[in-house]
């Protein structure tokens, strides 16, 4: 798979090691990160993130910033993407089966690195259960 990636400075340490997670996986990473802890603004990285899952140059985008909250927020603005903010492995898990998600998004500040390398893991490893949550997650997107 293909993974892009999108962080703001809370986020880097952490993306660095879910890159290196990644790519020992056997997965493909576009980095749209900042790759320092100088301060950044958030949407500078998460807009290209979700542009890449939306067109369909990445199969998930996986995006962190300090709280999880900005990145989700600037991520779900595009038509296309079902960022979810998780901070732990029941709500990772869930994400996908109820709703699709094509983003993970991680709050940096608030869990811990096994935790987020934990969640990657869970997110990509979990499939959409559809039937009955087809019709809801298909009402996400506001028609244009």
């Keep these: 798979m293909t993974i892009a990636i999108g962080n703001d400075h809370a986020g880097t340490e952490y993306k660095f090691e879910i890159i290196k997670l990644l790519e020992e996986l056997g997965h493909k990473v576009i ?29 998930f985008g996986i995006i962190l910033c300090g709280s999880g909250n900005g990145a989700q927020m600037t991520a779900n603005k595009h038509q296309g993407i079902r960022a979810a903010l998780c901070w732990n492995n029941e709500l990772v898990a869930l994400t996908r089966q109820h709703n699709n998600s094509n983003v993970l998004t991680i709050p940096a500040r608030f869990v811990s690195l096994q935790q987020a390398l934990g969640f990657v893991k869970i997110f990509l490893t979990t499939d959409f259960e559809g039937g009955r949550h087809e019709n809801r997650v298909n009402k996400i997107a506001c028609s244009l």
């Design 31 to 59: 980095n749209f990160g900042t790759d320092t802890n100088d301060s950044m603004d958030y949407p500078d990285a998460i807009h290209p993130t979700a542009d890449a899952v939306e067109k369909g140059d990445a199969d």
